[in-house]
């Protein structure tokens, strides 16, 4: 099925707030009073309207244990980044499952993933399809007015209070760095909202505790796990991706061919996107064992293999693999063999190529690092917009769109159909 962009953010809307109820009543029972539980000040928990939003859109073609499945790795994978980005970002820990058995470093357990996959079940189900019930009850103008309204008023909200908790790591007496988010606003009144979004969220999360910070070093370049190392390690992913795999076919099936997600450069993006994922994720467990990152991997690198596909046949009407002859797979889309090549490929990018990856990145001078990082920044940016050109025109020309924009004939004339081919030699049209 094929959703509006209102209908999802439809969907999106009414699940954040269903899962604030949830979660209100669920802190009001544990802790005997109100507490507002979202992020936010208006009644969402947005981390549910998400997983909605990706589990109906990304598991549309799975039913019963496989849905459920999928359902409890990829939440479970939403609720582990969100732990990690909030402890990331204001170095503290919402949540502790540490006393429920099987968690992870008290960010996810076994009870709280299957309970999200039950939730799941009965929201594909049934939930999604009352949901959209609901909304086509609505007139089409004041439906797109709501939505509207909806999105500016939660944009604005999650704005401000981001803004705001940007400084709730600090000390309460360190207010000049909190001032310098709050310009235009005089200090007292910046102080009055600092309070209360801080006492707010203190309500809601009273386990939450302030994490230890990684020391800082500005004498060295991209020191740690900071922005700048991601972005050369995604670039350097992205290469060694496309070898990788171009060395793999090459030695399988005989013949050389492109493994390039994009039109300039040898680089998969999927596979750039894959390392700085698991780099940002995996950091914190470096020291942890093999086997332990190998299962860790294997799930990540799965479900992450699953989204891909899915998105890539939804925005460009293509699929660039299709493992339907190799046993164990799922819709063609993923495989048990290439799911265990994931796992062997995280313990070796944490345990071996990540830090030599990292000590050579270091070594970069300040000054010429930092100025070459936007250097990448720009070129990837450029190469993955004209390579999603390239491609949905592909796909319009196979549809027999004829060229009415400028674009289109640019890419008719610098990307046709041979070309094409040549870049994306395994890519299957789905229409």
């Not at 999928?70 to 970002?89: C, F, R, S």
Request: with cysteine.
């Amino acid at each position: 099925m094929i959703y509006t962009g209102y209908e999802i953010l439809w969907l999106f809307f009414v699940c954040s707030f269903l899962g604030w109820v949830l979660e209100t009543v669920a802190g009001a029972l544990k802790q005997k009073r109100f507490v507002n539980r979202g992020l936010v000040n208006a009644p969402f928990c947005v981390i549910y309207g998400v997983g909605a939003v990706i589990i109906t859109v990304f598991c549309q073609e799975l039913s019963g244990f496989w849905l459920f499945a999928y359902a409890v790795i990829l939440t479970t994978l939403l609720e582990w980044t969100a732990g990690h980005l909030i402890e990331k970002m204001y170095h503290e820990r919402w949540w502790d499952y540490s006393g429920l058995p099987l968690n992870i470093d008290g960010y996810i357990c076994a009870p709280v993933s299957a309970l999200w996959g039950i939730l799941a079940l009965i929201m594909m189900k049934w939930g999604n399809g009352l949901i959209l019930e609901l909304f086509h009850l609505i007139p089409d103008l004041p439906g797109i007015i709501l939505i509207w309204i909806l999105a500016a008023g939660l944009g604005l909200d999650m704005a401000a209070t981001l803004i705001i908790m940007s400084g709730r790591s600090k000390r309460m007496e360190q207010w000049e760095a909190v001032d310098e988010w709050l310009t235009g606003i005089s200090s007292k009144l910046g102080r009055k909202i600092y309070s209360n979004v801080d006492a707010r969220i203190r309500r809601a999360y009273p386990e939450a505790h302030i994490t230890k910070k990684e020391e800082a070093r500005p004498d060295v370049f991209a020191y740690g796990c900071s922005f700048d190392k991601i972005i050369w390690l995604f670039v350097i992913g992205a290469f060694l991706g496309d070898i990788t795999e171009t060395i793999f076919c090459r030695a399988t099936m005989g013949v050389w061919m492109s493994r390039s997600s994009v039109v300039w450069g040898p680089f998969s993006i999927v596979w750039g996107l894959a390392i700085a994922a698991a780099t940002l994720l995996l950091y914190k467990y470096r020291n942890r064992s093999d086997s332990y990152l190998f299962i860790v991997g294997t799930l990540l690198g799965g479900a992450y293999e699953y989204l891909c596909s899915v998105f890539t046949e939804i925005v460009f009407g293509k699929v660039f693999w299709d493992y339907s002859e190799i046993p164990f797979n799922l819709g063609g889309r993923i495989n048990l063999l290439y799911c265990f090549f994931w796992g062997i490929a995280a313990v070796v990018w944490i345990k071996i190529l990540y830090p030599r990856a990292s000590f050579l990145i270091e070594k970069i001078p300040v000054k010429c690092g930092k100025i070459l990082t936007w250097v990448l920044i720009v070129f990837m940016c450029c190469n993955i917009i004209v390579s999603c050109m390239a491609l949905i025109r592909s796909d319009q020309r196979s549809r027999g769109v004829e060229a009415q924009h400028g674009w289109q004939q640019t890419m008719d004339e610098r990307f046709g159909d041979e070309r094409m081919r040549k870049i994306y030699p395994n890519a299957i049209n789905t229409e």
